[in-house]
């Protein structure tokens, strides 16, 4: 077998072992518990789940595919090999758009694309906010480029191949929307041997089935229809660290909103040697691979990337924040743009194509430099991002509590004190963590959605859960909880946070458990149910099915296409 025709083999085990590397502790046994990203042993497809709350359906299908899978393997080991698998794809899927887009690219350019994609800024700051999900986003990025120059070429393999690209994405509304502005712009470049209109129509079309089950949710439940705080445009704004400037520090593939769910080289100076190292690199091979702009990957790759870097930098300046408020009072779903730095996400296929350009036909040695380059520009992302990715062990009173709900007769949501959505448990790391409880439980807990961040607070949509809180925190009555659908009251007494006058409105209650660490009351009496009807969780399931079976049949037509391409091959004299 010559060096050429190993060289996916090699950039597939090469792109594993980053991703090894980067997870390492994470794969022990135990949970993912830091910042947003909770695994547990088991998930319920509750309401919350599907996305029939009053809160945005930000976790479809995300949670319901937990759910489901979690009912046969535990919960924590489905979130980490989702994990490892996206960034092993990640990785893997650069090396395969280099191939793509530079055909005459060996062994060394795919590796240090595989290594400017998976060794980054963004996929660090990402890891340690806890947004596991999103990375497959992110991971199915170079893959869409490669399913949609196949399009272009007229390869049936092609729609297949991006069905799979847009359903993986589509595990959060936010990676669904990375991978389809990426197929479109590839798409809508002139030329191709398939016909600009009708690809775009089709591309469209996928998009909005691998979005069904978030696009149905929010349509049923009305979730996040009043629009979002505007106090978030702000909050979540992009932003500089030390050395950088806000666009050196989006140009880097940093700048997240959160300066605490940073590695600890973006926290001094070494941000900035980081991000010459890294930009460096990129530069190097912006000559080259310009001079193949024609390709309309490249052009629609560029204009992306200078998009990405730039409409997040405007957006943190003041008339940009005033849009930004403006835009998320007035214009639906525009809440998902709040968090800008996610979208420089975009500018990642680019960079690793440049990346390989700068070592295309070049001795191995600048190879082996460009990727050394890149590793030393963030070494703290090896081993769980400095160790800060490591497994928690919860307390066994949790799946009691969950058998305890799961066998009880009676329906009613479960409201939470301390009130507020974050977490600090001696079991879990210093960083607050998301209460554990919606996925935890059988039943719907109620959370407002109201996120705690530096300077202030920034409201979420859950309203019923509003109200529920301050019944509590004020010390209300038994019935007052019965009205606003809440039949059990946990406490979780190992974590700080707002208790109020709850104690009043406890000692009414009847106790169901108790332990060092949790606490059940049941409400008695008739609660008032507050559940979707039978068609709107119908019609959500439906959506849900749609999006699986878009999964699993562009992996099928795929695979057989791809199959036949290598048998015609070795038939061909």
């Known amino acids: 077998m010559t060096v050429r025709r190993r060289a996916p083999f090699v950039a597939a085990v090469y792109s594993l072992v980053l991703a090894l590397l980067i997870l390492g502790p994470l794969l022990g ?6 910042r947003d990203a909770v695994s547990t042993p088991r998930s319920y497809r509750t309401d919350s789940a599907l996305g029939l709350t009053d809160a945005a359906a930000r976790a479809v299908p ?24 996206a960034l092993w794809a990640a990785g893997w899927g650069a090396a395969r758009m280099v191939r793509t887009v530079l055909p005459t690219a060996g062994l060394g350019p795919q590796l240090v694309a595989a290594t400017v994609t998976v060794w980054n800024p963004y996929v660090a700051e990402r890891l340690l906010q806890g947004h ?16 949609a120059v196949a399009i272009r070429r007229g390869r049936r393999q092609g729609w297949f191949a991006l069905a799979v690209c847009l359903a993986a994405a589509g595990l959060t509304p936010t990676g669904v929307l990375l991978a389809a502005v990426t197929a479109l712009a590839v798409l809508a470049c002139p030329g191709g041997r398939s016909a600009r209109g009708l690809r775009l129509t089709g591309a469209l079309g996928l998009f909005f089935a691998a979005s069904a089950p978030w696009l149905v949710a929010t349509a049923l439940s009305g979730g996040g229809g009043d629009g979002s705080d505007p106090a978030g445009v702000a909050a979540f704004a992009a932003r500089a660290e030390p050395g950088l400037a806000t666009p050196g520090s989006l140009a880097g593939l940093g700048g997240v909103w959160n300066e605490t769910a940073v590695p600890q080289t973006r926290t001094t100076l070494f941000a900035l040697v980081g991000t010459v190292l890294l930009l460096g690199v990129v530069l190097c091979g912006l000559p080259a691979l310009w001079r193949r702009r024609r390709h309309p990957a490249v052009a ?23 849009a930004g408020r403006w835009s998320v009072q007035h214009v639906p779903g525009a809440g998902l743009l709040r968090d800008a730095q996610k979208w420089v996400a975009l500018a990642a296929p680019l960079y690793a194509l440049a990346a390989a350009a700068a070592v295309l036909r070049r001795p191995v040695t600048w190879s082996v430099s460009a990727v050394l380059i890149v590793l030393l520009a963030l070494p703290d992302l090896a081993w769980g991002v400095g160790g800060s990715l490591r497994p928690v062990h919860y307390p066994p009173s949790w799946r009691q509590l969950a058998a305890e709900l799961d066998d009880d007769p009676t329906s009613g949501d479960v409201a939470v004190l301390p009130t507020g959505m974050f977490r600090k448990f001696p079991y879990s790391s210093s960083a607050p963590v998301l209460d554990p409880a919606p996925r935890m439980l059988p039943e719907d807990v109620l959370q407002t959605g109201e996120l705690v961040v530096a300077g202030g607070s920034v409201g979420g949509e859950g309203s019923r859960a509003q109200q529920v809180e301050r019944v509590l925190l004020t010390g209300g009555s038994a019935a007052d909880l019965a009205s606003l659908g809440v039949r059990w009251v946990l406490v979780e007494r190992d974590t700080p946070g707002p208790r109020g006058e709850s104690a009043t409105t406890l000692s009414g209650l009847e106790r169901q458990f108790s332990d060092e660490h949790l606490e059940l009351y049941r409400v008695d009496g008739d609660v008032a149910p507050y559940e979707a009807t039978r068609r709107a969780r119908a019609t959500v399931i439906a959506a849900h099915v749609l999006w699986a079976m878009l999964l699993a049949g562009g992996l099928l037509g795929a695979g057989v296409l791809e199959a036949r391409t290598r048998q015609r091959r070795r038939h061909q004299p």
């Open 132 to 147: 596991w999900s999103l990375l497959t986003g992110y991971a199915a990025l170079p893959w869409t480029v490669c399913a």
């Open 62 to 85: 995300q949670d319901a595919l937990l759910a489901a899978l979690s009912a046969f393997v535990n919960g924590g080991l489905v979130v980490k090999a989702i994990l490892l698998l």
């Open 300 to 322: 629609a790759l560029t204009v992306l990337a200078l998009l990405a870097v730039l409409l997040p930098t405007l957006g943190a300046t003041a008339w940009g924040l005033d």
């Open 29 to 34: 046994p135990g949970y993912l518990l830091l």
